[in-house]
């Protein structure tokens, strides 16, 4: 089994769509939770850290449930420019500061 | 000015070539990290420094080497290139909380 699984997706939404992204994770002793964004062929970006009370930052929310190492990332009122890879990614829980990175969910967002 | 800078951002080398790859940071971070993605796959971790004096081998750290020569610098070394070597190149720095921070990265060409 895989550290963090992804659904690869690809997600094709039109504008103004929700869409929601899932990743699971087999550590359980992973403390760190995040969701980063990669367009192609350039870095990944920070997009939010994932606590376990839920956060949200403007049109993104993320949602951790610990019982069932479960991470979602939720996208509001989507926009051509969220067209990107989600990559779900989870410290490793056994060695302070490593990060292990789901293969990505795949987002197109459509006129 | 980018807080993670690499250098050089494109590379075509030969087979059995010695090649650098540089990173720099401005961010103040203790903890550095180098990164390899092929095409369709996942982030793979090649080497992880948690200061000066501590540098670690990750998943796939076989053809390569690296050097911390200050906190803001690390190098990665491939000592003899071979075509599988071939992929994306990212350097990246270890925030307060596990976030990590990426360079623009590195294409590497192996013929």
């Known amino acids: 089994r895989k550290e963090v699984e992804q659904d690869p997706g690809p997600f094709n939404v039109p504008e103004g769509a929700t869409v929601a992204f899932n990743c699971t994770y087999s550590?359980?002793?992973?403390?760190?939770f995040f969701w980063y964004r990669q367009d192609c062929r350039k870095e990944p970006k920070l997009l939010m850290s994932?606590?376990?009370s839920g956060n949200e930052d403007g049109r993104f929310t993320a949602q951790l449930n610990r019982a069932s190492q479960y991470i979602s990332l939720l996208i509001r009122d989507s926009k051509l420019s969220d067209s990107a890879t989600y990559l779900c990614?989870?410290?490793?829980?056994?060695?302070?500061?490593?990060?292990?990175f789901g293969q990505g969910t795949i987002l197109t967002v459509h006129p | 000015d980018a807080d993670v800078t690499q250098t050089p951002r494109n590379r075509i080398t030969k087979t059995g070539k010695r090649i650098m790859l540089e990173c720099s940071q401005t961010?103040?971070?203790?903890?550095m990290y180098w990164y390899r993605q092929d095409p369709g796959l996942g982030l793979q971790l090649i080497y992880y420094?948690?200061?000066?004096?501590?540098?670690n081998k990750g998943e796939i750290s076989d053809g390569y080497s690296v050097s911390r020569q200050a906190q803001a610098k690390f190098s990665l070394s491939l000592e003899s290139a071979i075509p599988n070597q071939t992929a994306l190149y990212f350097c990246a720095t270890g925030g307060s909380y596990y976030e990590q921070y990426f360079g623009p990265g590195t294409r590497l060409t192996v013929t």
């Open positions: 961010k103040g971070h203790d903890r």
């Open positions: 550590n359980s002793a992973s403390q760190s």
């Open positions: 420094s948690f200061d000066v004096k501590d540098i």
């Open positions: 990614v989870v410290n490793s829980g056994t060695s302070y500061g490593k990060l292990t």
């Open positions: 994932v606590y376990s």
